[in-house]
Every structure is written in C-alpha cells, then in structure tokens.
C-alpha cells in the first residue's frame, strides 16, 4: 500500500480533503467489487460516515451495515464501557458474504481486530477487506488497509478525527482535525 | 447526608440494590448501555467477551426459577463463569450464618454475587461485607426492592413510548407486598413520569401509598381512564389465605385487566406484566396475548438490561 501519497500533518490544514481522500477509495474499490454481492460494514462513528458515501457513490445492492466494537475492546478491564454505545447493526447474511469493512483512521489496528471478531459472531464471512480513508501508521497488530486514502504522519500525543458538522449551511459535511489524544473512553483507533 | 452504599466515591454504580437514591443519570446509563445488548441477542453467537474470566454467583435463598435463569443467561452472555447456589438447601439448613456464606464464597474469588433473598435489606448486609471489588445485585429481597426488574420495564417503556415525560402510568394489583410496584414507582419518579398511578382493593393498595408521590385509587375503571402505560402485579395466591382478598374470582371481576378496562387507556397503550401471569386472574387471555400486550418483549430485554448492570458493575 506504499503507493498512496504522504501527508505530514503537523496540523489539521496539512490534511487531505475528506472528498478527495474518498475519491482516491472509491477508484481503487470500484474495480475490486462486485456491487450485488457486496456486504460494506461501517466502524462507529468515522467509519459510518465515510461507509455511507461510499455504499452510495458504488451502489452497493446489499444495505449498510454498522458495527459499534464497544463490547469488543480489548481495553475494557482497565478503561471500562464507553458511555453511549451504539448498537451493532448487520441487515444481511453473514456467513458466506464478502465484506468490505470501513473506518476512517487506521492506527494500532486493535479496532479492526475488535470489529472482526464481532462479525465473526453473525456468521462465517468468505472474505474481509478493509478500507480506510487514512492510515497513520504506528500498528500494535498485523494489519493492514487493503484499500486505502493516504497515509499520513503525525506527531506522538496527538491523534486524527473524524468530525461530522451536524447543522447548519455544512451540515453533514466530514471534517479532519489534528488534536490532542483524547481519554480511552472517547476513542480508541 | 451519608453516601449511598451503591455508589462509590465518584459516583459511579458499585453494587445495584435498590432503585431509590439513584439519580438520575445512572438509570439512564444503565438504559443507554442496554441497547447495543439487545442487538448482541439477535446473533447467532449471542456472546460478548465483556466479562471473561469474572465468576458471577447466583445467590438465591428465595427460590425463583425464572429470574435465576435470566441472570444466568446474562452473564454467560457476557462470557463469565456463572455458579448457582441455592442456598436452602445447603449452608443455611446446616446452620451456616448469612456472612460465613459469603465470606467463604468471596474466598472462593467471586467478582459478583447475584442475591436473591426474603428479607428486606439482606443484599445490603452482604453489600457491606464484601471486600472491594465484589460486586451485589438485588434480584428481589423481601417486599422492598427489585431493581433490575424495574430497570427493565423502563427499558420496554421507554423503547415503545421513547420518552418518560408526558406519560401517565398505572400500576394495579398488589402494590403493598410488591417490590416490583415499590421499584417501579421510585424508577418513574426518577426518570420523570409526571403522573404515577397506583390502583388495587384497599387492603393492597393503602391510602398511605399518596406517601410515595402517586396518586392511589380503589377503581380500575378510573385508574385506566388515559393511561399510556398499564403495568400489571401477579397476584400471589397467599393473599387469598391471608383474608385480605375474598377469592381470585371476586379479584378478576374487580380488577382484572379485561379487553373492555383496557380501552378505558389510551389507544396506544402498552401492557407490561413482570410474570409469571395468573391468566384470569389478573389479566385477561385476549389482553396478555394482545397486540397491546409487552410481556414477551419484557424478557427479551431484561436479558439486555441485566447484561448491562453486570457490564457496568464489572468493568465500570
């Protein structure tokens, strides 16, 4: 996946547009997958958004599925349940499907891990892919994005969000920003 | 005022006793993490590795089947290791104190105990006891408290009728010996149900109920008039020894939730009973198997629920 460009992102301007990061996935998928049998699972939250546009601009013929790893975390004996879990949401058959899965940012990997074994409950998969808009490196588990946006580099003690404008005239709108590293229980990539 | 024995210092839920005292946020808490449980029952693998490796006892001195079994189910749902005692026919009938038991079931390491007891107030005595870490849940003591039956049926409310403001709620039969209707009413009042009321023969249901913040009346034709929400008691068949009830038959032509007292309620009612149902005796057939009726999907998501108290309890 090394021929996706590099962006230092010192700060959040540094980043790539949201649109042209998803323009780069969906060139790279579009060949990749069959769009009547494809099954795409979107991470809460980041990951829903960016899986909803994409499901729209491929057509994707099977609904969008929604995974919350929340219950999954290999953190929850120290860092406890996040407030406000969303609930899993799989509108198709498991077992036997293709499945693209989709987040946004890819960094130690450990929620990847948490959302495939959650599928794994629904069903036996015949393949998982992943899609990520940006990976920023810095894995504690053998992953890797098998369709990707851009990589970028960031400073340690900061982490990039997926932000989405709820009103007014951007309403819907996705942003990324550069920030401090939040608590566990708001976030872990 | 001194702290509440179920939280601790920050506030956060430590064991679940009883409903009273709790603010506010913590039921809702325990709601908000129920839902992503629900959908974990829809799998076909309906675990989650939540609670791995924790042992969870399942202490009833009471005998009670059914709740047993829900919280069985929850915490193998939850991946824990999951040890049923029933406790009349061991320690205590060979003289065994209350806290022995306990102090030796704790060195056993169990994470969480599961209390079900006849007598008021026992799952706060073994709340006290055990050390930190150990975690209790009332699953019904006495006539006091039965939480997480109460939280459940907040749940399925809140779930059909997706707020608690506005509604009017109706609970009828045995509300004095009931710790169901007694954690019911301080769950409404905390989650903000302006009106609450409570309806049944004046030997069950008190005047002294107005107490409590609800309004009590003596006829079901007028308790029903509007209700959102008709949450019915099972009548114990004791009651009917204890000269407090002539017969089951005189109860059902007074009481009895009929198909022609429920269109008294609004017509988007919703019925909830906690089970088991005495059908004709409390409860109409046509009523509890109606489109209005909730029960079923009551103990769907009392699996949901009690997984997310022991969820909150177990990792915080």
Known sequence: MSTQPTFPAVDSSALPAVDTLLDALVEQIRPQVDPARCGMVGIHSGGVWIAERLHRVLGLALPLGTIDVGLHRDDLETSGLRIRMRASMIPFEVAGADILLVDDVLHTGRTIRAAMNELFDYGRPERIRLAALLDRGGRHLPVAATFLGAHVEIEPGREIVLDRCASGAHADTLLLKVQPRSGPRESAT | MTRNPQLDAHGALR?????????????????????????????????????????????????????????????????????????????????????????????????????????????????????????????????????????????????????????????????????????????????????????????????????????????????????????????????????????????????????????????????????????????????????????????TFGIAVRMAVMSILGVG
């Open chain 2, 15 to 299: 064991h679940l006793l009883s409903i009273e005292g709790l603010p506010r946020d913590v039921l809702v808490n325990i709601l908000d993490t129920a839902r992503p449980f629900v959908s974990v029952t829809e799998r076909e693998v309906k675990k989650v590795p939540v609670l791995r490796g924790k042992s969870v006892f399942n202490l009833f001195f009471e005998n009670s089947t059914r709740t047993r079994t829900t919280f069985e189910i929850a915490a193998k749902r939850l991946s824990a290791d999951v040890i049923n005692l029933n406790i009349n026919a061991s320690s205590a009938s060979k003289g065994e104190s209350l806290l022995d038991t306990i102090s030796n079931l704790s060195a056993m390491d169990a994470d969480m105990f599961v209390v079900r007891h006849a007598q008021s107030g026992a799952p706060f005595l073994i709340a006290s006891h055990v050390r930190e870490g150990i975690s209790v849940i009332n699953a019904g003591d006495g006539r006091h408290q039965h939480p997480t039956q109460a939280l459940l049926d907040m749940y399925t409310i809140r779930h059909y009728k997706q707020s608690f403001t506005g509604l009017t709620v109706a609970i009828v039969g045995d509300v004095l010996h009931s710790r169901v209707a007694r954690s019911q009413i301080h769950a409404l009042s905390i989650l903000g149900v302006p009106e609450i009321r409570v309806v049944g023969p004046k030997t069950l249901v008190p005047d002294s109920f107005s107490r409590m913040g609800v309004r009590v009346f003596n006829r079901m034709e007028e308790a029903l008039k509007g209700v959102d929400v008709v949450s019915m008691l099972r009548l114990q068949n004791e009651r009917m020894d204890g000269g407090l009830l002539p017969s089951a038959q005189e109860y059902y032509k007074s009481y009895g939730l009929t198909a022609e007292r429920l269109a008294l309620a609004k017509p988007d009612a919703i019925v909830l009973h906690p089970g088991p149902m005495n059908r004709g005796v409390e409860i109409e057939s046509s009523v509890a198997d109606g489109s209005q009726s909730v029960i079923l999907p009551q103990v």
